[in-house]
C-alpha cells in the first residue's frame, strides 16, 4: 500500500507558464517532506523540502505548500523553464525517526514546452 | 567536493548469476542508504547504515540481498542468485540530513 502518492504520472505546461505538481500521503506520522529533480541516467537530486509546522517554503521559483488537514502537498515552478523537464519524486518522513527513511512517491513526469 | 558515485553505471547479467554493486559515498557522511526503483514505479528505500553498522534494513526484500559496509566507507550489495524481477534502477544515497543520491546501477536480469 503505498503511503505517498502521487497521482499525475505526467505533465505538459507551456514555457513561462505555472507547473503544478501533486502529492498526497496517508501517514500522519510524516512530519518532512521533499521534492526530487531526477534526469534521465542521473540520480534524484534534492530540490525544496518542508516541515510540517510551515505551510509553505519558497526558493526561487520554485514553491511548496503542505496542508496537513489533506495530506496534501504541492510544488509550484513560476515561471516554468525548458530546463525543468524533468521526473519529479515527492517524499515524506516522520522527523522523529532516527533512520531518516525516505518514503517516495512514483514521480510525476513533467515536460515544459518551448 | 565529490558526489555519490555508484559502479557500475549498467549491469546485464543472467538469472541465477550473481552481481556486486558498489557506492562510494559522500566523505565524511556516516548514513548511507540503498533504494531501488522497479519498473517506473516509486524509488523504495532497501535499507540505511550509520558507518559500518545496518541501521534498518527493513527493506531488503529477501536473503538473496546482502548489503556490507566495511570500515565505514564504501557500501556494496551483493544479489545471488539474480532473479528476474531484481531488475531495476539500484539508487545509493549518503547525508548528514537531505539525502545526496548517486546516479544509480541500471541492473538487467535476463
Known amino acids: 500500500d503505498q503511503q505517498v502518492k502521487q497521482n499525475s504520472p505526467s505533465l505538459s505546461v507551456q514555457e513561462g507558464r505555472i507547473s503544478i505538481l501533486n502529492c498526497d500521503y496517508t501517514?500522519?506520522?510524516?512530519?518532512?517532506f521533499l521534492w526530487y529533480k531526477k534526469y534521465p541516467a542521473e540520480g534524484p537530486t534534492f530540490l525544496i523540502s518542508?516541515?510540517?509546522?510551515?505551510d509553505k517554503n519558497e526558493d526561487g521559483r520554485f514553491t511548496v505548500f503542505l496542508n496537513k488537514s489533506a495530506k496534501h502537498l504541492s510544488l509550484h515552478i513560476v515561471p516554468s523553464q525548458p530546463g525543468d523537464s524533468a521526473v519529479y519524486f515527492c517524499?515524506?518522513?516522520?522527523?522523529?525517526?532516527?533512520?531518516?527513511?525516505?518514503?517516495f512517491g512514483s514521480g510525476t513526469r513533467l515536460l515544459v514546452r518551448p | 567536493e565529490a558526489g555519490v558515485t555508484q559502479f557500475p553505471s549498467h549491469s546485464v547479467i543472467e538469472k541465477g548469476q550473481t552481481v556486486t554493486l558498489r557506492c562510494d559515498p559522500i566523505?565524511?557522511?556516516?548514513?548511507l542508504y540503498w533504494y531501488r526503483r522497479v519498473m517506473g514505479k516509486e524509488i523504495k528505500f532497501l535499507l540505511h547504515f550509520v558507518k559500518e553498522s545496518k541501521q534498518d534494513e527493513s527493506g531488503m526484500p529477501n536473503n538473496r540481498f546482502l548489503a556490507e559496509r566495511t570500515g565505514g566507507t564504501y557500501s556494496t550489495l551483493k544479489v545471488q542468485p539474480a532473479e528476474l524481477e531484481d531488475s531495476g534502477v539500484y539508487f545509493c544515497?549518503?547525508?548528514?540530513?537531505?539525502?545526496?543520491f548517486g546516479s544509480g546501477t541500471q541492473l538487467s536480469v535476463l
Open positions: 517524499a515524506a518522513s516522520p522527523l522523529m525517526d532516527s533512520s531518516y527513511k525516505l518514503i
Open positions: 501517514n500522519s506520522m510524516f512530519d518532512y
Open positions: 566523505s565524511g557522511h556516516d548514513n
Open positions: 518542508i516541515s510540517s509546522i510551515k
Open positions: 544515497a549518503s547525508s548528514p540530513r537531505d539525502l545526496s
